[in-house]
Structure formats: C-alpha cells, structure tokens
C-alpha cells in the first residue's frame, strides 16, 4: 500500500467535515439575508445529513458493485456542482435542497474511504489505518471554522460555498487520477435489488454491527447536536466574534484528532477498556456542561471546556464503532459501511434538527441533546460486551 493513501483518504474524507463546519460562522449572517425560512439556518445542517444517510446507502451500494473509483469520482463531481447551486442560492429552501443534493454526491467520500480501508486491512491494522484517515480528516474540523470565520468577513457566506466548490473538484480531480481500485472485480457484488435488501437486513440483525453502530451513531448524535447549537450559544448568547468562535471551534477539535493517533497504541494496551473508559470521561463532561448551562457555574468557560474534553473522547469512540461494526462483513464492505455512515448520520441530521427546533437563548437544549446521546451510546456499548 503507498504511503501516501491514507493522506489522500483523509483528504477525501474531509469533504464532509470541511461541508459541516466552514460554514457554521455564518448562520447568523445567513439568517440575516434569507430569512429563517423553514426555521432557521440548522434546517440546512439537518438537510445535508439528510443528504449523507441517504447517499450513503446509494453510495456504498455502488461501490461493491461496481468498484470503488467511479462512485467515488462521480459523487465528488455532484458535491462540487451542487455546493456553485449554495453559493448562488437566492433562499432558504434553495439552500437546504442545494445542501441535500451536495451531501447525497459527498456521501460517497464519507462511505467509501471507509470501505477501501476495509478491503485493505483488518484487526488492529484497519485501526491504525482508520486512526491515520482520521489524523488528515481531522484537519477539517480544526482549520474549516477559522476559514470560515475568515471568509465570512472578508468575502461573505457566499464566498464559503465557493471555496467548498473548490475543494470538491480538487477531490474529484485527485480521485480520478491517483486513486488505485482496492476492490477487484472478482469481489463485486452482482446482487439483485431485492437480494441487496436483504443483505442489509442480514447485516443491520448481526449483533456486532449493532451495537458498534449504535455506539458510534449516538456518539455523532452528540457531537452534532454540539455543532448544530454552538454557533447559537457561543455567537449569539456569550457574543462570541464569529472569528474567534472559528478558533474556539479549532481548539474543540484538537483533542480529537490527538486522541484518535493515541487510539491504535491504546488499544492495543487496553483492547475494549478504551471506548468504555472515554464513553463514561465523556459522560461526565456533559454532566458539567448541564451544570454550567443550568445554573451558571463558570460562565462560558464553565460550558466551553467540559465540551472540549467530551468531544476530544469521541476520538476514542468513533474509529474503534466503525472497525468493530466492518469487522464481519468483509465480502459486503460498501454495504455495511453505508448502513453504518446512514444510521450515523441520520442521528446527526436528528441532532442537528433538534436543537434547531428547541434553541433559545440559552445551552440547555443543546446540552441535554448530548446527554441524551452519550446516554445511549453508553448503553449499547454496554450491550456490546454483552455479545
């Protein structure tokens, strides 16, 4: 494998968390030029994930039926016409469904890295493996803020589409020339609609893709009901500068990438301890977090930096759900990885929606959102040992 295909995957990975996050400096800006339209800016959050779950199951699809380049290549092709169509957007419906489109095309840099790293490894190599995507993924999430924030000021919400537009066709660009196939047509699916059905049924009732799945998707659950309130709460409650939300932002998401390149060397250590350890650490920072949303404890930093511990141990819980979920479905790989990414995704799209629903002019919604998700992620990865 050359060493620099983790590096590409990474940076065809970002596509999502770069398209979530560049642009929440903006909402308020949005908001004062399209309205709330059908309530509100974080109806096009829960579009694009709406968008993701449901592309995702297309996506993954395709990719063991037909390889993993084409998909791939064409969905990044989709994501960069449709992110022009949000930048050129005249309001919030066209936006939302601008975003939908973008996501059901960017779906396919979400599900079929994961399925190559599958096809490539497995065991504690498909973690190392995964934990080095997530290290270049990671990027994303740490820089798109601060650019966004940057953009915001100097070139306006349009010009974050734009650039969105930009990196996708760079994606596009990329895959269509570096990208190896890593599924061989001897291991494709040929399978009839109602036979693919099934194989989804089949794998959705296998206990360990269960469970790793819920585990995961409730943990995203939470990091996005996060995502979907912070600009509201840190911008529009504690007057944060939508520059400086970029670089708060950016610090959240440091300890997430460095836990997930502590991970492969933890878990090899402690095995299944780490997940159940940094579910229960993470448990506990959103307990502080309530605190300080319901009484005031520690003002924003009260708020700010239990937040930044919860999320910095979704590193520990996100790559080990997503290997524990693949781990028996080598044959099916792009199916399960796209059951895995639209079970996930759908509860971020759930997430986010809701906290745009319930937001007032205080943390609480969002904070008891995260509690509810850490809750459940809790609890599966209960019935995991169980298994």
Known sequence: MPTWLPLLLGFLTAVGPLSTDMYLP???????????????????????????????????????????????????????????GCALASDMAMLSIFRCIAAFGGAASAVIPRAMVRDLATGLDAARLMSKLMLVMGAA???????????????????IFWVSACYGFASCLLAALLLPET???????????????????????????????????????????????????????????????????????????GLTQFNPWLLGRFGALVPRVA?????????????????????????????????????????NAAVGAL???????????????????????LGAGLVGALTVDTAQPMVLLMLAGVSVALLAEALRQRG
């Open 26 to 84: 903006a909402f308020p800006a949005i908001e004062a030029e399209l309205g709330r339209g059908w309530g509100g800016v974080e109806v096009t959050l829960s579009a694009w994930f709406l968008g993701l779950a449901v592309g995702q199951l297309v996506q993954g699809t395709l990719a063991d039926r037909l390889g993993r380049r084409r998909p791939l290549i064409v969905g990044t092709a989709i994501y960069t016409l449709a992110s022009v």
């Open 141 to 159: 999430p740490i820089l798109a803020p601060t650019l966004g924030g940057l953009l915001l000021e100097s070139g306006g919400w349009r010009s």
């Open 183 to 257: 599924l061989p047509p001897d291991r494709r699916q040929r399978q009839s609609p109602m036979k693919l059905l099934g194989d989804f049924g089949r794998i959705a009732r296998e206990r360990g893709f269960l469970t790793h799945a819920v585990m995961g998707g409730a943990a995203m659950f939470m990091v996005f009901a996060f995502i979907g309130g912070a600009p509201e709460v840190y911008i529009a409650q504690y007057g944060i500068a939508p520059a400086r939300f970029g670089l708060l932002f950016a610090v959240s998401a440091i300890g997430f990438i």
């Open 279 to 319: 579910l229960r650490v993470s448990f506990g920072a959103v307990l502080l977090m309530a605190l300080a949303a319901f009484t005031g404890w520690g003002g924003f930093l009260g708020l700010y930096l239990p937040a930044c511990l919860a999320l910095a141990c979704t590193g520990l819980v996100m790559p």
């Open 327 to 349: 781990a028996r479905h080598g044959m099916r790989a792009g199916s399960a990885s796209a059951l895995l990414g639209t079970l996930q995704f759908g509860l971020a799209a």
